[in-house]
């Protein structure tokens, strides 16, 4: 397979070559990728993107995202019970701007059997403002069989296309087109796709987006599809993706037959192309949301 670059139009060369050989852990592994495709701009000087989109399939564990990934996905190895079982987390939300509120997703974990706490209650809106926020987040795992052949059959075919998971930018990150084009998806473009898919074989599929506990500031993306049984289950297609970068992997996180909600989703009302926070002034504020330490 052709490996992937960041388009021209969308490159930044924003990182130098003695970080890049910090990234990658020698200066061999980096004329190595660059002999394989990896793209060198003006000033001897690398798209971080790329060079993350290489070294993260380097082989060998030694380069940083490669470790970065094998430690972040760790619990990818544990059992179903593990992925399954009731989670209690703090949510905490504070901003590092001098914006005096920030219209936060609310957590909706309520649906599939969990809680949250420390936020006023409002089906209403999905959007909650506030500056500063603490909240307990109650998530439950669910393993359910897809009943549909047909959905079954799209999921597969989805991971017959050999598509990677890649680092894009922000203007890329929705473009499903690169998904059947290039093999390459981010959590967005993969569920739009398959939500795509799985509508035009008549079934009720949306996208979702919300927060994966654990993994810091990360904002993630599935489907939900109503199934033959007429219950609403996840299909996450990146988690499938990564899993096969994680040696030792539970072999559900890929099994086309089921439908794996983890207990590490913590979904909000908002498809894709929704934001999770949004901002009022105009100079790139920064939020940090984190799972913390879990209560018993």
Known sequence: MTAFTIPWAHRSDDTSR???????GGEDALDALVRHGLPVGPGDRFDSRDLFNFALRAGGGRTVPEQAFAFTLRWMRSPAEALLEPRTSRFSLTLDCSCTAVALARPRTEAHGGAVTGLASDDDNDLVLTRDLTATVRTV????????????????????????????PDALREDVGLVTGHRVATCESASLHLARRFRDAGYLAETRIGWVLGMLDLVHAW????????????VDPVFALLADLVPGANPLLTDPAVALRTNRLVPTGLAVGGRVAVHACATAPRTKITPVKETP
């Open 223 to 234: 489907v939900e599809v109503v199934d033959d049984d007429g219950v609403t289950k996840v």
């Open 141 to 168: 795992g669910a393993l359910l069989p897809l009943r549909s052949p047909v959905l079954r059959d799209e999921v597969q075919a989805f991971a017959d296309l050999g598509v990677r998971w890649v680092k894009l």
């Open 18 to 24: 003695a970080a890049a050989i910090e990234m990658l």
